[in-house]
């Protein structure tokens, strides 16, 4: 599966924005989708995760409450909902498919096969 990201972008603290990941290809053996962000320097980091058949969602406790995950399977599209962004929350943010039907750790990044190019958010 091919993944593009989009929807990232400059905005003041306080402020939203709305990241998509299109996917292209064969899409139905791929059981998790997830989001991760990474600063240059540090390692990737998982933000949240969601089933593509059940919609269960995992998040990281630095976004809960502010962040959500959600799909549309058939855009074969995936979302994150950012609200009450905070300086600590710019970095490049990068969309994962996993073929594993358990995630188990959904937050590392080794869980998944496929990985889009990113997109850069920046929160000042």
């Known amino acids: 599966v091919q993944l593009v990201e989009s929807g990232g972008g400059s905005v003041q603290a306080g402020g939203s924005l709305r990241l998509s990941c299109a996917a292209s290809?064969?899409?139905?053996?791929?059981?998790?989708m997830g989001w991760f962000r990474q600063d240059p320097g540090k390692e990737r980091e998982g933000v949240a995760a969601?089933?593509?058949?059940?919609?269960?969602?995992y998040y990281a406790d630095s976004v809960k409450g502010r962040f959500t995950i959600s799909r549309d399977n058939a855009k074969k599209t995936l979302y994150l909902q950012m609200n009450s962004l905070k300086n600590e929350d710019t970095a490049m943010y990068f969309c994962?498919?996993?073929?594993?039907?358990?995630?188990?750790?959904?937050?590392?990044?080794?869980?998944?096969?496929?990985w889009g190019q990113g997109t850069q958010v920046t929160v000042s």
């Open positions: 290809g064969y899409i139905y053996n791929w059981f998790w």
């Open positions: 994962a498919a996993s073929s594993q039907s358990y995630i188990g750790n959904w937050y590392r990044p080794t869980r998944y096969n496929s």
């Open positions: 969601i089933a593509t058949d059940s919609g269960s969602t």
